[in-house]
């Protein structure tokens, strides 16, 4: 039996930054999301963020990849979305992509502690800033262009 730590810090934005994840109903697409994670043999550490993103630390199964995991989750969550148009009814679609940092075991509290601070981290950051930081911190090159 093979044990394996796979760690990830998720970032996922809506379709243009669309504030379409309305706060009251956030910790149902949470738990939707966390379900979905779950049936993909993956567990969730931790999953928060504001209206035009969210943040999944995420440890995921060694037979799953990454772009599986972030391809049902996008595609089930829309779906259940856009079902529940009353509760999300800016929300459209996911948008194109989303960025994954690979997160230490000594990390794992620091990066759900951020996670779960997302409303009030946003107060002081905007989020494109706070990409550009995960961006440079991990060493990914990108273009400015095209972050939003």
């Not at 779950?38 to 037979?63: F, M, Y």
């Amino acid at each position: 039996m093979s044990n394996v730590n796979s760690l990830h810090h998720i970032v996922v934005t809506t379709h243009s930054r669309n504030r379409s994840i309305t706060p009251q109903h956030s910790e149902e697409l949470y738990r939707y999301i966390c379900g979905i994670a779950r049936g993909q043999k993956c567990k969730i550490v931790q999953i928060g963020g504001i209206e035009d993103h969210i943040h999944i630390l995420v440890d995921v199964h060694q037979d799953i990849a990454i772009s599986v995991l972030m391809r049902e989750i996008k595609r089930s969550s829309s779906i259940w979305m856009s079902q529940r148009r009353s509760m999300f009814p800016a929300f459209t679609r996911w948008g194109e992509g989303y960025y994954a940092f690979s997160v230490s075991a000594t990390h794992k509290s620091a990066v759900a502690a951020y996670i779960m601070n997302q409303v009030e981290h946003h107060r002081i950051v905007t989020p494109r800033e706070e990409l550009i930081r995960f961006l440079d911190k991990n060493g990914m090159e990108y273009n400015p262009k095209y972050i939003n």
